[in-house]
């Protein structure tokens, strides 16, 4: 059974950059790709970005530019760069991993990780 953990998170100001990353405690096969969501309060989870095992990624329309997506197959884990960051993106991050599904969508994921804070104060 494959577990997630998302580290990273924290506080920042308006402007600054957090990188999170995402270590699976398993190795992963091939097709697989693993994104990341974001919850804020009120919010429904929203997708903000993905990466296949190729290296192919996607983005939210409107975090691309900002954020990058990242991953290491050899260590099991996923990054993701966060620049010039916005008091809108405060939210709960999650890491998740699918097996070949849509990449944009919650119901494509089959794991999931806890979650991990981002604040950024104005």
């Known amino acids: 059974q494959v577990q997630l953990v998302e580290s990273g998170g924290g506080l920042v100001q308006a402007g600054g950059s957090l990188r999170l990353s995402c270590a699976a405690s398993e190795r992963t096969f091939r097709n697989y790709a693993m994104g990341w969501f974001r919850q804020a309060p009120g919010k429904e989870r929203e997708f903000v970005a993905a990466i296949r095992w190729t290296g192919t990624t996607a983005y939210a329309d409107s975090l691309k530019g900002r954020f990058t997506i990242s991953r290491d197959n050899a260590k099991n884990t996923v990054h993701l760069q966060m620049n010039s960051l916005k008091p809108e993106d405060t939210a709960v991050y999650y890491c998740?991993?699918?097996?070949?599904?849509?990449?944009?969508?919650?119901?494509?994921?089959?794991?999931w990780g806890q979650g991990t804070q981002v604040t950024v104060s104005s």
């Open positions: 998740a991993l699918n097996y070949g599904a849509g990449l944009s969508s919650i119901k494509d994921y089959d794991h």
